[in-house]
């Protein structure tokens, strides 16, 4: 079974920093990107950023500037950088993983991370 295992969220200050990290668990050969996500209460999911396995980024232009993503392929992990927090960047923040095949052969399209809440609020 492939899991993505998020951590790192929690409460900041307007202007503090955050890590969010996402660990890909299971009998996995490839995935071909990874993604953030984010949803405030009441409003639709967005991406925050993406990464390829290739390692090209996107972000969001809200974002640019101040969040990072990076991966370590070899660890199967997926980290967010969250600088300079500010409390319109309060939302669960989910993981997402495309194209994964497994050892076996088996390939999933998609598979999401159970979210971590980051609160920014002073």
């Known amino acids: 079974q492939v899991q993505l295992v998020e951590s790192g969220g929690g409460l900041v200050q307007p202007g503090g920093s955050l890590r969010l990290s996402c660990v890909a668990s299971?009998?996995?050969?490839?995935?071909?990107?990874l993604g953030w996500y984010r949803q405030a209460p009441g409003k639709p999911r967005e991406q925050v950023a993406g990464?390829?396995?290739?390692?090209?980024?996107v972000y969001m232009d809200s974002v640019k500037g101040r969040f990072t993503i990076s991966l370590d392929n070899a660890k199967k992990t997926v980290y967010l950088q969250l600088n300079d927090l500010q409390p319109e960047d309060t939302a669960v923040y989910y993981c997402?993983?495309?194209?994964?095949?497994?050892?076996?052969?088996?390939?999933?399209?998609?598979?999401w991370g159970q979210g971590t809440l980051v609160t920014v609020s002073s």
């Open positions: 997402n993983a495309v194209r994964v095949v497994t050892m076996d052969g088996t390939s999933y399209p998609q598979i």
């Open positions: 299971g009998s996995i050969s490839s995935i071909n990107g």
């Open positions: 990464i390829t396995d290739g390692g090209s980024t």
